[in-house]
Protein backbone atom coordinates (compact mmCIF):
# COMPACT_ATOMS: atom_id res chain seq x y z
CA UNK A 1 0.00 0.00 0.00
CA UNK A 2 1.36 3.66 -0.86
CA UNK A 3 1.94 5.82 1.72
CA UNK A 4 2.13 9.25 2.09
CA UNK A 5 5.45 10.80 1.06
CA UNK A 6 5.89 8.46 -1.60
CA UNK A 7 6.89 5.08 -0.59
CA UNK A 8 5.45 1.98 -0.62
CA UNK A 9 4.91 -0.30 2.64
CA UNK A 10 5.81 -3.99 1.80
CA UNK A 11 6.51 -7.08 3.81
CA UNK A 12 10.56 -5.89 3.35
CA UNK A 13 9.60 -2.67 4.83
CA UNK A 14 9.09 0.47 3.52
CA UNK A 15 10.52 1.25 0.05
CA UNK A 16 10.72 4.64 -2.09
CA UNK A 17 8.39 4.88 -5.18
CA UNK A 18 10.74 5.51 -8.23
CA UNK A 19 10.27 9.62 -9.22
CA UNK A 20 7.94 8.91 -12.35
CA UNK A 21 5.31 7.35 -9.89
CA UNK A 22 1.87 9.40 -9.59
CA UNK A 23 0.22 6.64 -7.17
CA UNK A 24 -1.90 8.58 -4.49
CA UNK A 25 -1.63 7.32 -1.09
CA UNK A 26 -3.51 4.46 -0.14
CA UNK A 27 -3.22 2.35 -3.66
CA UNK A 28 -2.40 -0.77 -3.35
CA UNK A 29 0.59 -2.47 -5.99
CA UNK A 30 3.43 -4.32 -6.48
CA UNK A 31 7.18 -2.77 -7.00
CA UNK A 32 8.91 -4.44 -9.83
CA UNK A 33 12.69 -4.70 -10.25
CA UNK A 34 14.54 -6.10 -12.74
CA UNK A 35 17.63 -7.89 -11.58
CA UNK A 36 20.31 -5.97 -13.07
CA UNK A 37 18.58 -2.70 -11.34
CA UNK A 38 19.27 -4.61 -7.80
CA UNK A 39 22.71 -4.00 -5.81
CA UNK A 40 24.47 -6.55 -3.63
CA UNK A 41 26.57 -4.76 -0.87
CA UNK A 42 28.97 -7.18 1.16
CA UNK A 43 30.80 -4.07 2.07
CA UNK A 44 27.71 -1.28 3.41
CA UNK A 45 24.88 -2.49 6.58
CA UNK A 46 22.08 0.05 4.39
CA UNK A 47 19.22 -1.87 2.68
CA UNK A 48 17.59 -5.00 3.37
CA UNK A 49 19.89 -7.23 4.64
CA UNK A 50 20.16 -11.26 4.10
CA UNK A 51 22.50 -14.17 3.01
CA UNK A 52 23.51 -15.13 -0.30
CA UNK A 53 21.74 -18.87 -1.34
CA UNK A 54 23.00 -19.64 -4.51
CA UNK A 55 25.10 -18.10 -6.96
CA UNK A 56 25.65 -19.35 -10.56
CA UNK A 57 28.23 -17.86 -13.36
CA UNK A 58 26.76 -16.68 -16.39
CA UNK A 59 29.44 -15.28 -18.49
CA UNK A 60 30.17 -11.56 -17.40
CA UNK A 61 27.95 -11.89 -14.92
CA UNK A 62 27.25 -13.46 -11.83
CA UNK A 63 23.01 -14.84 -10.69
CA UNK A 64 23.15 -14.57 -7.45
CA UNK A 65 19.92 -16.13 -4.90
CA UNK A 66 19.47 -14.01 -1.79
CA UNK A 67 17.53 -14.78 0.77
CA UNK A 68 16.11 -11.48 2.99
CA UNK A 69 15.56 -11.31 6.29
CA UNK A 70 11.95 -12.09 5.92
CA UNK A 71 12.80 -15.31 4.39
CA UNK A 72 11.46 -13.30 1.11
CA UNK A 73 14.18 -14.86 -1.87
CA UNK A 74 15.30 -12.09 -4.95
CA UNK A 75 17.21 -12.89 -7.80
CA UNK A 76 20.28 -10.43 -9.07
CA UNK A 77 22.72 -10.15 -11.47
CA UNK A 78 26.14 -8.70 -10.14
CA UNK A 79 29.29 -8.62 -12.25
CA UNK A 80 31.20 -11.88 -12.44
CA UNK A 81 34.62 -10.35 -10.36
CA UNK A 82 32.37 -9.33 -7.48
CA UNK A 83 33.52 -11.94 -4.53
CA UNK A 84 30.34 -13.29 -2.88
CA UNK A 85 29.95 -16.92 -2.37
CA UNK A 86 26.92 -18.72 -0.53
CA UNK A 87 26.31 -18.41 2.69
CA UNK A 88 27.89 -14.33 3.10
CA UNK A 89 25.76 -12.25 5.00
CA UNK A 90 25.37 -8.76 2.65
CA UNK A 91 22.41 -6.18 2.04
CA UNK A 92 20.59 -5.62 -1.26
CA UNK A 93 19.99 -2.04 -2.74
CA UNK A 94 18.55 -0.93 -6.04
CA UNK A 95 19.26 1.83 -8.25
CA UNK A 96 17.49 5.24 -7.48
CA UNK A 97 14.96 5.52 -9.57
CA UNK A 98 14.79 1.85 -11.30
CA UNK A 99 11.27 -0.03 -10.76
CA UNK A 100 8.23 0.22 -11.86
CA UNK A 101 4.78 0.17 -9.68
CA UNK A 102 2.00 -1.45 -10.85
CA UNK A 103 -1.27 -0.66 -9.08
CA UNK A 104 -3.56 -3.79 -8.57
CA UNK A 105 -7.77 -3.03 -8.85
Known amino acids: ?10 PMGAIPLPRHCTASAGTK ?9 LVLRTDDTSGLKGN ?3 VTFS ?6 VFRLDNDER ?4 VPADMSVHAGQQA ?10 FIACP
Open 91 to 100: SMQWEPGAGH
Open 59 to 64: GPDQRV
Open 29 to 37: GAMVLRPEN
Open 1 to 10: VVRAGGTLHT
Open 52 to 54: VED
Open 74 to 77: VVLR
